[in-house]
């Protein structure tokens, strides 16, 4: 099963390779024909994973449409359309994409480690200070944590606001990439106080000042971090793919850590699918954030409970928490996740879909999803041909 999957995986991700870099979904689904930001770094790292030249010539494509379409004051666009008929460049819809930004900050520097090259951070270099001017500026008061609006990141029809967990570990993930390279002592200064602002106000009894420490005060905190807090108060939901990150970032002390893995782990194995949902638990229609989340869709609703944001299982997120059990050492249980993973890729005759109703299992979203391959090259290259990304 491994290898049909790895091979279906690598067939997808040559797909959707254009001269402009990845697209989302090989399925004629206007929106994902396009060269998104986050997919096609996420994708682009499955490429260097994969040793694949072709794929990793596309990633370099990918990058170059990114950093050709920054806006003048360092935003990176959430996608781009080319097409003969016409071009159009997106920032966002409901609301500016964050994480758009520290995704080709880490694109840019994993493309370039693989390359054994730092003259190609150098080629990027512009752009990625442009990006880090942007980032500093998001925060807004200067305490070292990004503000995310609603809809800011990937989970956009989802709860999270304001200093959401996600968001803080990508930067911290591109900050440490490009510090590889040009070796800041400003950055490295950045970076360790970004790191103890999330340690502060994620973690329980950790000592330091709050942020918002009444709201602080009044949470339950759980074996793992809560998805984000703002001025109303923190949100709860165990949020899959963060945990996944403050895992590979090692953030938190080794005790954290082991009550983390353990969390995600048994949470995984409780599930039909054997994977994590990528927000949990659901929230319903007479839960506290249901107004919330029934408003934040440009289109149609989706995030009915156990599917999409409101605790759908997705492998791409799946993905990251198979690295993080590697990264841990874990090798058997990023090897059941891996094939979990492949599973549900295999649903109805290799789909590759863009999640799963974690309740019932059936397919939801997009098929022939691009970064849901992804995730199959990502964990079998670092089980199988000792793959590392730099972190």
Known sequence: MNNIAYHKAINLLRDVATPNGFLASAENTTNYKRVWARDGV???????????????????????????????????????????????????????????????????????????????????????????????????????????????????????DGYVLYDQLLRIWALKSYNHFVKSEVLTDKIEKITTQIEINFIPDIKGEKYHERAYNEVSFQDYMPCSFSPSGYKTQ????????????????????????????????????????????????????????????????????????????????????????????????????????NEANAKKDFSFYENFNTQTSETNGVSLCAWSAAAAVLVNQSLHNNFKILI
């Not at 054994?116 to 944590?145: P, R, T």
């Open 238 to 341: 165990f949020d899959a793919f963060a945990n996944s990150l403050v895992l590979l970032l090692n953030i938190g002390s080794a005790e954290f850590q082991t009550k983390l893995l353990n969390y995600a782990d048994t949470l995984a194995s409780e599930t039909h699918l054997g994977l994590l949902p990528a927000f949990w638990p659901p929230v319903f229609e007479n839960d506290e954030h249901w107004s919330l989340l029934k408003n934040n869709c440009k289109y149609e609703f989706r995030n009915y409970p156990y599917e999409f944001h409101n605790a759908g299982s997705w492998p791409m997120v799946n993905g990251f928490f198979g690295l993080a059990l590697v990264s841990k050492g874990e090798k058997k249980k990023a090897t059941t996740i891996l094939e979990k993973i």
């Open 42 to 160: 996420i994708c682009g790292l499955a490429a260097l994973a994969s040793g694949d030249d072709k794929l990793i010539a596309t990633f370099k494509n990918t990058l170059d449409t990114l950093a050709k379409n920054q806006h003048p004051i360092g935003t990176i666009p959430s996608n781009v359309l080319i097409s003969d008929e016409k071009s159009e460049v997106s920032y966002g819809g409901l609301a500016g994409r964050v994480d758009a930004v520290t995704w080709f900050i880490i694109g840019v520097c994993q493309y370039a480690y693989y390359k054994s090259d730092a003259a190609i951070v150098s080629e990027y270099n512009s752009e990625i200070e442009k990006a880090l001017g942007l980032l500093d500026a998001w925060e807004f008061n200067n305490k070292h944590l990004l503000y995310v609006p609603l809809s800011g990141n990937w989970a956009d029809e989802y709860i999270t």
